[in-house]
């Protein structure tokens, strides 16, 4: 049986596992998860290296020793279940902290600018396969994911312009949700890796983002390096923390020059800011 089958299973005898469980079974956590459980959070937790692991029904890639990592999307529920499949089934109630998000209504904006003209609707569809087929990548190269474990670093420091989870809804129409941490910084300013990783993407002139680098840090977890003027990295390097990845610019749907860093888990966003230290001090 595969591990997807196995999972799939595995949920479907939930109601019957959930009905034969004892109080004090359901007071013992599966395992020992660590980090932020809220909106946007990572997490971090572990389970026998031959189990099958799922959040909500989606498979969770496993580092040889078992480890893995956990994304909670902007909009997760109050509540998502972990399965682990493993020498017994193991089944964990999360619960996830809500956020209220800034959202900004604005009217009277010509809607040319709210809705990008036809003949370049078949380019953006273009260019978002090519990133959906970036981030479809699944590396594994557990070191990476180990070291990023202990904590991200900035890959540029400035004055905080735009923050993950904030939404404008023009015309009455909301927009796309900003799903990164924008530092706001001239054209030029230096980009560096926050993590090790592969680059899986080196783009130049994408319609919304122009100049754009993903960085996959393994298992499902990699950044995204929006608007940059320059790049200094090609699809297929490999960098380390604090190497050197482009310069700041102000190219694609930008209003001025600043860095809009991203980061996803599988088909999750979650927050870059919840990773780093604060920016106080670093500049």
Known sequence: MTPQSRIRAAIARLPLWLSTLSVAALAEPCTELEGNARQGGLLWGSAPP???????????????DGSFVLGLGRD??????????????????????????????????????????????????????????????????????????LGFAWPATGRISGVYGSQRVYNGTPG?????????????????????????????????????????????????FLHLSKLHVSVGDEVKVGDLIGEVGATGRATGPHLDWRMSWLHQRIDPQLLVPAMSGLE
């Open 50 to 64: 031959h189990a099958s692991v799922a959040l909500d029904g989606t498979p969770v890639p496993l580092l040889p």
């Open 176 to 224: 796309s949700p900003h799903y990164g941490v924008d530092i706001a910084v001239p054209t030029g300013h230096p980009v560096v890796a926050p993590g090790p990783g592969l680059i899986t993407l080196a783009e130049n002139d994408l319609f919304y983002s122009g100049g754009t680098v993903i960085l996959d840090h393994g298992y499902g977890l990699s950044s995204s």
């Open 76 to 149: 997760a529920p109050s509540q998502q279940t972990l399965v682990i499949d493993g020498d017994a089934v193991c089944v964990r109630t999360l619960a996830v902290a809500q956020r209220d998000y800034n959202i900004q209504r604005v009217e009277g904006v010509p809607q040319q600018t709210v809705t990008p003209p036809a003949e370049v609707l078949e380019r953006i569809a273009r260019e978002r396969e090519v990133v959906r087929r970036a981030k479809a990548r699944r590396i594994e190269r557990p070191e990476w994911l180990q070291a990023v474990r």
